[in-house]
């Protein structure tokens, strides 16, 4: 990405013992993965992890999704055929926990940038004098539908209500993940990769492309659903402060809502990922 300022960065949550979060860069080429995190004591059929799937994808997105005359698409799903293969035919495959990952990408070539978002990771865009995040509308939905299906109230993080239901939420989601009328994720799947939501936007003119930042769900929280900033504000801060500092206030308000009463999630705090591009 010549003419252009990437910053990285990628905070695993306190409370973890991995990070299952990932950002790379490479060429024109940045992307954030955000691992699916499996509850304790739930199956999975796979002797590998989150955090291992996820840099897995990225090794294998750095040579599959680099080449502009390749859609991202299609270098996603190479991505994702190549990671199902280092599995080396141990793990059941099938399982609805098999490890996966949500993907934001932004690719540029000459004159334009490429972006693509699959699942609750996003990207926000400033093009021209406007600013849009970009999100799979598909899982929101879906989150949205499960809530009302849910029988266990609400209650704080830690208790064994909490817990039953996160396990809940777990068995309503496979149910509806990487099939039509749910929502798709990168897992073993390569398909999936043809279910993202992409798009282009110039990089000269006017209604140039100006800044970008990709973010797992732990980094845009600042935003939707904690409401800490509005995205040209989180866009001023990766700017001006720096990721961490966008970090440091999710963090914070994480502390702050620690039993998760203010805004119910699924876990105290998750993995934060962002990747700001300014573009000169």
């Known amino acids: 990405m010549h003419g252009v300022r990437v910053d990285l960065l990628s905070q695993p949550a306190p409370d973890a013992p991995a990070n299952e979060d990932h950002a790379f860069r490479a060429d024109g080429l940045v992307g954030v993965l955000d691992g699916v995190t499996v509850p304790p004591g739930v199956e999975s059929g796979c002797g590998h992890g989150p955090a291992?799937?996820?840099?897995?994808?990225?090794?294998?997105?750095?040579?599959?999704?680099?080449?502009?005359?390749?859609?991202?698409?299609d270098g996603l799903a190479?991505?994702?055929?190549?990671?199902?293969?280092d599995h080396g035919g141990r793990c059941d495959l099938t399982h609805p926990n098999t490890p996966a990952a949500t993907v934001a990408l932004l690719r540029t070539s000459g004159d334009r940038a490429e972006y693509l978002v699959l699942s609750?990771?996003?990207?926000?865009l400033e093009v021209g004098d406007r600013v849009q995040a970009v999100t799979d509308e598909r899982f929101a939905a879906v989150v949205a539908d499960i809530r009302q299906l849910i029988t266990v109230d609400v209650a704080p993080i830690g208790t064994p209500e909490h817990e039953a239901r996160v396990r809940q939420t777990v068995a309503l989601r496979q149910e509806r993940t990487n099939r039509p009328g749910g929502y798709w994720v990168a897992a073993a799947t390569?398909?999936?990769?043809?279910?993202?939501?992409?798009?282009?936007?110039p990089l000269t003119g006017p209604d140039r492309l100006r800044r970008a930042a990709l973010l797992t769900d732990g980094a845009s929280s600042a935003v939707d659903p904690y409401g800490l900033l509005d995205w040209p504000g989180l866009l001023d801060v990766l700017e001006q402060q720096g990721p961490a500092e966008l970090i440091r206030?999710?963090?914070e308000?994480?502390?702050?809502?620690?039993?998760?009463?203010?805004?119910?999630?699924?876990?105290?705090?998750?993995?934060a990922t962002v990747a700001f591009c300014r573009f000169e």
């Open 190 to 201: 390569p398909h999936a990769a043809y279910e993202a939501v992409t798009g282009t936007v």
């Open 78 to 85: 190479a991505a994702i055929a190549a990671t199902r293969e």
């Open 253 to 271: 308000f994480e502390r702050t809502d620690h039993a998760g009463m203010t805004r119910p999630r699924y876990k105290r705090h998750d993995d």
């Open 52 to 73: 291992w799937y996820v840099r897995r994808l990225a090794d294998h997105l750095a040579r599959t999704a680099v080449d502009p005359a390749v859609p991202l698409t």
């Open 120 to 124: 609750d990771a996003l990207a926000v």
């Open 249 to 251: 206030r999710v963090r």
